[in-house]
C-alpha cells in the first residue's frame, strides 16, 4: 500500500524568502506523485506531477519538485514567496494498480508581508 | 472547457436525514472518482467509476452511502440517513483512464449535519 507524510502541518514565511513544503512517500512500486493547492472553498489545482520522466518537475506560479528515489522525497519549493501563495498545499501519490490519489495530510503556508 | 461541476455547494441538514450530492464530470473523462474530506485532513476516496462500472468502492460505507453513474457521465452520492461525523467536503473529481493521468477536482459540497 501507498502513503504519504507531510512534515509540517504549518509554514510560516516571509514574502520574496524561499518556500520548502517536504513530503515523503512510501510505495512498493513506481509512484506517480503529485502537488495540489487547495484555496479556501475550493477544489484542489494541480500544481505539478511527476510520471517518470524528469526528475526535476516545473509547475505553475513557479512551483518545483525534485523526485529522488533515495530519500523517498518529493519536497515542493519555490524562490521567492508571494502573498497569494497562501493556501492549503497537499501532496499525493498514485500507483499503477490503484489510480485513486493517496493524499498527505496537508500542509497550510502563511506568507507574512 | 468547463471544469468539474457540483451541486450543491453547501448543505445544511439535521441527522437522520437524507442528502444527495450531484457531479458533471468534464467532457470526456470516463473515469470519475468520489473523495471524502474532513477538517484539516486531506481527501479519502470513496468510490471510483470507470465509465459506469464502480471498480473501487473498497471505502464506501455501504450501510448508509450509496452513489450511482447513471449513463458513464454525470454521477450522485446520497447519504441515507446521515449521521453528525458525516459532516464535512464532499469532493468530486474526473479524469482520463490512463495510469498517472491528472484528476481535476470540483468545488466540492460542504455539509454540516445538526
Known amino acids: 500500500a501507498q502513503s504519504v507524510t507531510q512534515l509540517g502541518s504549518h509554514v510560516s514565511v516571509s514574502e520574496g524568502a524561499l518556500v520548502l513544503l517536504r513530503c515523503n512517500y512510501s510505495s512498493s512500486v513506481p509512484p506517480y506523485l503529485f502537488w495540489y493547492v487547495q484555496y479556501p472553498n475550493q477544489g484542489l489545482q494541480l500544481l505539478l506531477k511527476?510520471?517518470?520522466?524528469?526528475?526535476l518537475v516545473k509547475g505553475i506560479n513557479g512551483f518545483e519538485a525534485e523526485f529522488k528515489k533515495s530519500e523517498t522525497s518529493f519536497h515542493l519549493t519555490k524562490p521567492s514567496a508571494h502573498m497569494s501563495d497562501a493556501a492549503e498545499y497537499f501532496c499525493a501519490v498514485s500507483i499503477a494498480g490503484r489510480r485513486a490519489l493517496t493524499f498527505g495530510s496537508g500542509t497550510r503556508l502563511q506568507v507574512q508581508p | 472547457e468547463a471544469g468539474v461541476v457540483q451541486s450543491p455547494r453547501y448543505k445544511i441538514i439535521e441527522k437522520k436525514q437524507p442528502v444527495a450530492f450531484w457531479c458533471n464530470p468534464i467532457s470526456g473523462h470516463n473515469t470519475l472518482y468520489w473523495y471524502l474530506q474532513n477538517l484539516g485532513q486531506g481527501p479519502e476516496l470513496l468510490i471510483r467509476y470507470e465509465n459506469e462500472e464502480a471498480v473501487d468502492d473498497s471505502q464506501l460505507p455501504k450501510d448508509r452511502f450509496s452513489a450511482e453513474r447513471l449513463k458513464g457521465v454525470d454521477s450522485t452520492l446520497k447519504i441515507q440517513p446521515a449521521e453528525l461525523g458525516d459532516s464535512a467536503v464532499y469532493l468530486c473529481a474526473s479524469s482520463l483512464m490512463a495510469v498517472g493521468e491528472t484528476q481535476y477536482f470540483g468545488p466540492g459540497t460542504r455539509l454540516l449535519v445538526l
Open positions: 511527476y510520471t517518470s520522466a524528469a526528475t
